[in-house]
C-alpha cells in the first residue's frame, strides 16, 4: 500500500513525551524503543541531522539553526511526515514523538495532523537537576548548546510555555501523564515503560 505523509501521520498512533531538556526524555525513550518495536523519533536531534544534510528542507532547517532561531512548525511537520513515512513503510506504526509539541499552538494541530494520540508523558525536573544533566551530557554530546547557560534559557522557556501546552493537551481530550524524573533511571524507566506501554497494548512486553 502506497502513502503519502500526510496519509500516514493519521494511520500510525502516538504518544507525546515533553519536559524540558535534561529531564530524561531521551534516555527514557531510546530505552523503550530498543526492547519493542516502538519507535522512538527525538524530534531536536532529527532537526540537528537534517540540517547537515544537502536538500532544501536541511537547508532551510540549518539556516533557523544557524540565527539561534525556533524552527517554523511548518517545517517540523514535514520534517516528521517524512521520517514517520520512513518508518512506517518499515513496519513502525507506533511512536514515541520525543520533545514535540513544544508550543500550544504546536499542539493544536495534532488533531489535524496526527489523529490517533494516545497520551502525553510530561516528565517534572528542576532545573537544578536538569542543569547539572545536561553539562555532564557535554563531556559526549558535542552539542554546542549542551551549556550552563543555554540549559538555564531553555529551562526557563519550557517553563513559560509548559502550562499552555498542558491546557491544550487537556481540552484535546488527551490524557497527561506527570511523572517526576529526578530520581534513579531504572526506577523512572520502570513507571514510563508501563505507562506507555499500556497506551500503545503492548503490556505483555517485558
Known sequence: ????????????????????????????????ANGS???HISVGDRCRDAAKEPTDLGREIQGYMEKKELLPTRLIIKLLGDLIEKEFIGGGRQFLLDGFPRSADQAM????????????????????????????????SNRPDDT???????????????????????????EVFAMDTEGETDSNYEIFAEKVKNWFGLNHQK
Open 109 to 140: 494541530l495534532l488533531k489535524t495532523h496526527f489523529e490517533t494520540n494516545r497520551g502525553v508523558v510530561s516528565f517534572e525536573c528542576s532545573e537544578n537537576v536538569t542543569v547539572p544533566r545536561i553539562i555532564e551530557r557535554s563531556k559526549t
Open 148 to 174: 550552563e547557560e543555554v540549559g538555564r534559557t531553555r529551562y526557563r522557556d519550557w517553563a513559560s510555555k509548559k502550562d499552555d501546552l498542558l491546557g491544550v493537551f487537556r481540552r484535546e481530550g488527551l
Open 1 to 32: 500500500m502506497e502513502v503519502s505523509s500526510p496519509d500516514v501521520l493519521r494511520l500510525a498512533d502516538y504518544v507525546y513525551v515533553i519536559g524540558p531538556p535534561g529531564a530524561g526524555k531521551g534516555t527514557l525513550c531510546g530505552r523503550l
Open 37 to 39: 518495536n516502538v519507535v
